[in-house]
């Protein structure tokens, strides 16, 4: 059997043919300048003890502040840090709300004895161990849709992003607009580009007739390569160009590192039946678990904004806003 994509993923080297390098440590959703790309949707705060970083917010018609996990996940290189920096934002800060790294190491016995923080389970992500033989990985009707995906479009791993950055934004803001995204899960052109230049970002493109119809994002940190956004025309599902951008994804990172993680399904609840989550599970190996966490970090001024609110949303007080991810 042959890889998902075979020879049909390529790297668009510079004319030195050089190998793709990497400056500086691959972070991710840890990287302070992943924070500050976000700076538009709340300060960016550091959390000294865990190294993970939070986007501090003005609380609409108070002078209070709360604070949210960087969309789409919060992770920290010391979680064993947290449950300290959980404390000392109180009662600072209203409330926190966020969502864990699926390869985070966070558990409720960890955050026993925080008072206020409660940590309920979110969305299973779909992750890939790209260890694995390249030909086993994916069914065998994604494989097909990769091949077919080859033979329409040139699937190619950018040497240089920043190369890319009018199309990826174009990409992703036709995206936004068809499924009506808003606040930080639509993004602005500003941290669409500064996030292709985080060490250890990726970009995998796909063309047709030169012109660019679909991306992917990857961010790595450690062993880990994450899918951070994706892009794509309506001619590009059509030719299954998802699949071809998973599949090369797979070949590039099975020498990079041991796990390609695919997100979670569409939604805030990701239905097992949703195409997103069907996409995924078709390529994964493996699912791994994310968790909500949320913490009330000043009861009285949390009840204050919340008063004659109900709903299950959290905070309560922001139940007609965006706020998890």
């Known amino acids: 059997m042959s890889s998902p994509i075979a020879t049909h993923c390529v790297h668009v080297l510079s004319s030195s043919k050089r190998e793709l390098t990497v400056t500086g440590p691959m972070l991710a959703y840890s990287d302070p300048a992943y924070a500050a790309s976000l700076r538009e949707f709340g300060t960016p705060r550091l959390l000294p003890a865990s190294g993970g970083w939070l986007l501090e917010r003005a609380v609409p018609s108070s002078n209070d502040r709360d604070a949210m996990g960087c969309y789409p996940l919060f992770s920290a290189p010391h979680w064993d840090g ?7 934002l109180a009662p600072e ?48 009707g ?17 040497d240089d992003p920043m190369q890319y950055v009018d199309d990826w934004v174009q990409l992703y803001s036709n995206l936004s607009a068809r499924f009506g995204l808003t606040g930080l899960r639509a993004m602005s052109p500003t941290a669409l580009a500064e996030q292709l230049q985080l060490s250890g970002a990726q970009l995998i493109v796909a063309r047709q007739e030169g012109i660019v119809v679909a991306a992917h994002v990857y961010l790595q940190r450690d062993d880990v390569a994450y899918l951070h956004l994706v892009g794509v025309t309506d001619e590009a599902y059509r030719l299954q160009a998802a699949a071809g951008l998973t599949a090369c994804a797979v070949e590039f990172f099975s020498a990079r590192a041991q796990w390609l993680s695919l997100g979670a399904g569409a939604g805030a609840t990701a239905s097992d039946e949703d195409g997103l989550s069907v ?7 493996h699912t791994r678990p994310t968790w909500l966490l949320s913490a009330v970090l000043d009861a009285p001024r949390y009840e204050r904004l919340s008063v004659n609110v109900s709903t299950g949303y959290f905070p309560a007080y922001r139940a007609n806003e965006l706020a998890t991810g």
């Open 142 to 158: 994604q494989r097909r849709n990769a091949r077919r995906a080859a033979r329409s479009l040139q699937i190619e791993v950018a």
């Open 279 to 285: 996409f995924k599970r078709r390529w994964a190996t």
């Open 93 to 140: 800060l209203v409330s926190l709300v966020l969502v864990t790294d699926p390869f985070g190491d966070v558990s409720a016995s960890m955050l026993e004895g925080v008072p206020g923080v409660r940590l309920v389970p979110w969305k299973d992500h779909f992750v890939i161990d790209v260890q694995q033989p390249l030909a086993t990985i994916g069914d065998q």
């Open 82 to 88: 947290l449950p300290d920096d959980l404390r000392a």
